[in-house]
């Protein structure tokens, strides 16, 4: 039987109600329940016919690695695990204007010189889309190229046409089926015309690659179920006033996570970038007070990133805690060890943090950095120089050791610094050697840190808490 009624769906989240309300009660979003129709089956139960045996066999056999389709592009490549999937589907978050459909194009038309790959626009005409290539220098590139939006009509299209090895849907909120009376970008519509192009895809076996658009927080707009329908999922990200954009693995079923690749906007598009540390920082690399640079790890590649903090006098009764490209609830905590393991007073001040160059941290390895960043413009002594930085703290400001150190001390090596601060007992790690040209200070407690700053005695005032023992 089937039942036609009206539902109201979250744009967000994809949750469903019944009746229309200002917030969704799924996701707690305000203002995105639309209604949509409803096509739906009411399931049956399964009845009496009796189904066919299915096949158990062991973990072990013979398996190949999936083949790929290099793009050509290394940075991208990259982060998709070495190339796309004959057969796999891939999601392209970002926000507007970051550089979707020119990452992608360029990634087609290098695609095109040696396999079959489309290219569908729901969102430009064709005039755009040349006057892009020719600005990129791809005119000549053998892509396929179209303007359309109908699911039915690019079903038709693929199926009847060429073999593809290849294909491009720029973007999935532009798709219809005309089966469905929702609008297209509603979340009804995201999820079939994904579906039907993604069984396409697996029939066929060409790769495809759907663009998707982020909502104000950041999520692919539309239902989050399109995260579990495709098997890798990448997001463009970059801070629109910088250069520099990171396209960054958070699912893949075919490579590992946390992939970045780096590239730079340039007025012929997107340029690849080789050597990222270099770009996350500033020249002044790390003099100023208030700067220290982080060793970071971006999934498997270490990233030299500088870390800029200001106190600042807050004239509010809540003081200020502005973030870029940090989490603020870390920042909230690193505060908080300072103050009452170390004594020192930041809380009732205007604190500011920003990652230089936009791109955003996430590991907690750089807590000791931000610690020394901040006893830096505390104290408005500048940090040794050329130092690196990298440990975790406990709420006991215990220094806790972090993965890779080897990779991190070796990258910051090849850029020039010859100082680090790094977490006691490093060399638990299996396979360690001693770097030997950096000088290494291994701390066990952040009030060791704090002796690195002969901090003035009127801005910071020691409670007690020391450090337990000081060692080189
Ligand atoms: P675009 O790829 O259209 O973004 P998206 O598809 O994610 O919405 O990128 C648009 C921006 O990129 C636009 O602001 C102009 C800029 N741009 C360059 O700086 N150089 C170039 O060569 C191109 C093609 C675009
Ligand atoms: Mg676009």
């Known amino acids: 039987m089937v039942k036609n009624t009206s539902q109201y769906v979250c744009q967000d989240c994809g949750g469903t109600s019944a009746k229309w309300s200002g917030r969704c009660d799924n996701c707690g979003a305000w203002n995105t329940l639309v209604e949509e129709?409803?096509?739906?089956?009411?399931?049956?139960?399964?009845?009496?016919?009796?189904?066919?045996?299915?096949?158990?066999?062991?973990?072990?056999?013979?398996?190949?690695a999936p083949p790929r389709r290099v793009t050509g592009i290394s940075e991208f490549d990259r982060v998709c695990g070495g190339g796309l999937v004959p057969g796999s589907a891939l999601l392209v978050g970002g926000d507007p204007g970051i550089g979707?459909?020119?990452?992608?194009?360029?990634?087609?038309?290098?695609?095109?010189?040696?396999?079959?790959?489309?290219?569908?626009?729901?969102?430009?005409?064709?005039?755009?889309?040349?006057?892009?290539?020719?600005?990129?220098?791809?005119?000549?590139?053998?892509?396929?190229?179209?303007?359309?939006?109908?699911?039915?009509?690019?079903?038709?299209?693929?199926?009847?046409?060429?073999?593809l090895e290849v294909v491009i849907i720029d973007s999935?909120?532009?798709?219809?089926?005309?089966?469905?009376?929702?609008?297209?970008?509603?979340?009804?519509?995201?999820?079939?015309?994904?579906?039907?192009?993604?069984?396409?895809?697996?029939?066929?076996?060409?790769?495809?690659?759907?663009?998707?658009?982020?909502t104000k927080d950041g999520q692919i707009a539309g239902p989050r179920v399109m995260e579990h329908m495709v098997d890798t999922v990448l997001y463009f990200e970059g801070e629109r006033s910088h250069q520099f954009r990171i396209l960054r693995a958070v699912k893949n079923r075919f490579g590992p996570t946390d992939e970045i690749g780096v590239f730079e906007m340039t007025d012929t598009g997107l340029m690849e970038v080789t050597n990222p540390s270099a770009l996350f920082m500033s020249d002044l690399g790390g003099s100023l007070?208030?700067?220290?640079?982080?060793?970071?790890?971006?999934?498997?590649?270490?990233?030299?990133?500088?870390?800029?903090?200001?106190?600042?006098?807050?004239?509010?009764?809540?003081?200020?805690?502005?973030?870029?490209?940090?989490?603020?609830?870390?920042?909230?905590?690193?505060?908080?060890?300072?103050?009452?393991?170390?004594?020192?007073?930041?809380?009732a001040n205007d604190v500011y943090l920003n990652v230089a160059g936009g791109l955003r941290v996430s590991e907690p390895a750089a807590d000791l950095a931000v610690a020394a960043s901040l006893a830096s413009s505390l104290s408005g002594v500048s940090v040794p120089p050329e130092t690196v930085f990298f440990g975790e703290i406990s709420l006991s400001g215990e220094i806790r050791p972090v993965s890779h150190s080897e990779a991190r001390l070796k990258e910051a090596t090849k850029?020039?610094?010859?100082?680090?601060?790094?977490?006691?007992?490093?060399?638990?790690?299996?396979?360690?050697?001693?770097?030997?040209?950096?000088?290494?200070?291994?701390?066990?407690?952040?009030?060791?840190?704090?002796?690195?700053?002969?901090?003035?005695?009127?801005?910071?005032?020691?409670?007690?808490?020391?450090?337990?023992?000081?060692?080189?």
């Open 37 to 64: 129709t409803i096509i739906e089956q009411t399931p049956k139960g399964l009845g009496a016919r009796k189904g066919s045996n299915i096949n158990f066999v062991s973990l072990q056999g013979k398996s190949q």
């Open 100 to 163: 979707k459909s020119t990452i992608l194009l360029q990634a087609a038309a290098s695609l095109a010189t040696r396999f079959q790959v489309a290219y569908i626009s729901g969102e430009e005409a064709i005039e755009q889309l040349r006057m892009r290539a020719n600005r990129l220098g791809l005119k000549e590139a053998k892509v396929k190229l179209a303007a359309a939006t109908s699911v039915r009509d690019i079903i038709t299209s693929l199926n009847d046409g060429d073999t």
């Open 172 to 214: 999935i909120q532009t798709m219809f089926v005309d089966s469905l009376e929702s609008a297209p970008g509603t979340v009804s519509q995201v999820r079939i015309s994904a579906q039907e192009l993604i069984r396409l895809a697996k029939r066929i076996g060409f790769a495809v690659i759907l663009v998707g658009h982020v």
């Open 289 to 347: 007070n208030g700067a220290t640079v982080f060793a970071g790890i971006e999934g498997t590649r270490p990233v030299l990133v500088e870390i800029q903090t200001l106190i600042a006098t807050s004239p509010l009764g809540t003081p200020r805690r502005a973030v870029v490209g940090w989490d603020v609830a870390r920042l909230a905590m690193v505060i908080a060890v300072l103050e009452s393991r170390c004594g020192l007073a930041i809380a």
């Open 415 to 472: 850029l020039g610094f010859s100082n680090a601060i790094v977490p006691k007992n490093r060399g638990k790690e299996r396979g360690m050697k001693r770097e030997s040209k950096m000088k290494i200070r291994e701390i066990e407690h952040i009030a060791e840190l704090l002796s690195l700053f002969h901090t003035p005695k009127d801005r910071v005032q020691n409670k007690g808490q020391s450090g337990k023992n000081n060692d080189g």
